[in-house]
């Protein structure tokens, strides 16, 4: 089932708490997905990359082994970061086995999460001037309380939260997926793609990496190639309507827009809010109530709709 | 009946109930306020299977024939399966799943519905002020179903009976598998208009986008224009815009198991 949920707040310089907005309407829609909970949210950019690296699944077993391999793979991980000619400005360590760094860099993306990547059981999480994501299992609330985010001021995200149809219960396939290797770029979704493996084996040849087995990856790679040849995120998106098959209805948010893509069969829910100065959307009215606690006007986007906001 | 005060429940702090599934031993909260027939209750603060008890203690125990619902919230499961003739007003908004399987009751929502409003219902009338979701009045068997806004895809789906109206525009696939009833759409149509419908008619006022599998342009009768007047009339829509009529061609009935070039053999 899983459920999805977006807000962006519109004209208002970013400094809204976004981070609890979003824990709100992910909580509300637990029913949908009890397995994991993901946020991508967004700040007011800064010249500083921040990037958020995971060092070990939340799952893996806490063996004598553990707290030295998380250690030994930060030290490789940092190493990686400097040999790809980034400078650390600063560090900080999220949980046990998740740190942010905030770098000075100016290079290649996608060179820079390689260069991290090649440390193993080492994934990028998000990379950008303005994105995080954050995703762990258990409920909004708990992964919320867990990573601090009631405090997290910004401007849009969109959140997840999974109920596992097609691959394993962890970290590496929760939503939100990043794009990689576009910076500030992060996909949430709810449904099944159907030719995943099709275009799993046509973006793998254009040199594209996949962190999980989740097929909703798929789309976050998909756009980032599409953007890598030349289109608008929105464009991709219209594009993604015909090439990708299955039902879905997905998010995508890029450093200043917020946009949802839905199937032609329009199998899968979207609830819609336009205010002046927000858009708030998920799979159920009773998240958006969640942070609007008045009577509102809302609908249900039609099938094959592509929509975009911008901040 | 005289104005009647209860004892209620301390409602404490409000459990996570989404669905109405969990608070298998919830009791009754008795918080109505009741005046002769009519009795009205806050919401706001109650789960969803208190506030479907709170209507049945209400509705069967207590006789009362009208209840007024105050901020609903977008709950989802509010008002299913009431099976007794009485008035029911929402002050706002329901979620997913509402007034399934209903028999008899005349309902007012003063908002919008989630998906499958009206799911199964039997007979009774429900006015939407608002838009409605995917899959409204799905397998309806009678009653009235009547949205003053939009609806999403799918509408009376494999509908037995009764009629939907819907003001607005209407999604993909709707009358999808229809078998009985009518549906009056005075918006805009999406694709596959009545894909494989038995019957039934389905009346559009605006464009339709395609037509589904074996759904045809029907012929109009004067038993047409005197429904849509009537019901027009019935919910003061004012007057009723030009329809087109949409019927099952019946190609499907009868399954044709031949191949193109074997048909030419046989004829």
Not at chain 1, 117 to 144: M, N
Not at chain 2, 92 to 118: H, K, N, Q, T
């Amino acid at each position: 089932m899983c459920g999805i949920a977006g807000v962006i707040y519109r004209n208002q310089n970013g400094g809204q708490r976004i981070g609890r907005d979003m824990t709100s309407m992910l909580q509300s829609m637990r029913h949908r997905g009890p397995d994991s909970t993901g946020f991508a949210l967004y700040r007011a950019p800064t010249e500083d990359l921040i990037v958020r690296i995971k060092l070990a699944d939340s799952t893996a077993p806490r063996d004598i082994e553990f707290e030295h391999d998380v250690r030994r793979r930060r030290r490789d991980a940092e190493s990686r970061l400097r040999a790809a000619g980034a400078k650390i400005l600063s560090t900080e360590s999220v949980n046990e086995y998740t740190f942010t760094a905030t770098l000075e860099y100016d290079g290649d993306i996608k060179r820079l999460a390689d260069y991290v990547e090649s440390v193993p059981h080492t994934e990028v999480l998000s990379l950008g001037h303005s994105l995080e994501i954050v995703k762990d299992l258990g409920d909004a609330r708990s992964v919320s309380s867990a990573y601090g985010l009631d405090d997290y001021f910004g401007s849009h995200g969109i959140g997840h939260v999974r109920m596992a149809t097609e691959s394993d219960v962890d970290i590496a396939n929760a939503h939100p997926y990043w794009a990689y290797p576009f910076s500030d770029v992060a996909v949430v979704h709810n449904g099944q793609l159907t030719n995943y493996h099709q275009w799993r084996r046509r973006l793998e040849a254009n040199g594209h990496r996949f962190a999980s087995m989740c097929d909703s990856e798929i789309i976050a790679v998909y756009l980032a190639n599409r953007m890598e040849n030349g289109d608008s995120l929105e464009d991709a998106m219209h594009h993604s309507l015909e090439d990708l098959d299955g039902v879905f209805t997905y998010m995508c948010v890029s450093e200043d827009a917020l946009g949802v893509a839905k199937d032609d069969l329009a199998a899968k829910p979207l609830v819609l809010y336009e205010g002046d100065d927000m858009v708030a959307l998920a799979s159920e009215e009773i998240a958006i109530r969640a942070i609007i606690d008045r009577e509102i006007e809302t609908y249900d986007p039609y099938e094959s709709t592509v929509m975009v906001w911008t901040l | 009946m005289d104005t009647v005060k209860l004892e209620s429940e301390p409602l404490g702090e409000p459990i996570y109930d989404a669905r109405g599934l969990v608070e298998l031993d919830a009791r009754v909260p008795k918080v109505a306020e009741i005046h002769g027939e009519h009795a009205q209750f806050d919401a706001r603060n109650m789960t969803t299977r208190r506030i479907n008890m709170e209507l049945r203690w209400l509705l069967y125990e207590l006789g009362v024939r009208e209840v007024t619902v105050l901020n609903p919230g977008a709950r989802h499961s509010l008002g299913a399966g009431i099976l007794t003739r009485c008035k029911i007003n929402f002050e706002g908004s329901l979620g997913y799943f509402a007034l399934g399987m209903i028999d008899g009751p005349e309902v007012r929502i003063a908002g919008r519905v989630g998906w499958s409003a009206c799911e199964n219902m039997m007979s009774g009338v429900v006015v939407i002020e608002s838009n409605a979701g995917s899959l409204t009045a799905a397998a309806i068997r009678g009653g009235d179903v009547v949205v003053k806004g939009q609806v999403g895809a799918r509408t009376g789906i494999d509908q037995k009976g009764g009629t939907v109206i819907v003001l607005g525009d209407a999604g993909s696939m709707t009358g999808f598998m229809m078998q009985r009833g009518r549906q009056i759409l005075c918006g805009n149509v999406g694709p596959g208009l009545g894909d494989s419908m038995y019957d039934g008619e389905i009346y559009v006022a605006g464009s339709v986008k395609s037509l589904g599998i074996d759904c045809v342009e029907g012929e109009w009768t004067a038993a047409d224009t005197e429904l849509i007047e009537r019901k027009f009339r019935i919910y003061g829509l004012g007057s009723p815009p030009q329809f087109q009529k949409f019927v099952c061609g019946k190609k499907l009935y009868n399954y044709d198991a031949l191949e193109p070039s074997e048909r030419k053999l046989v004829l």
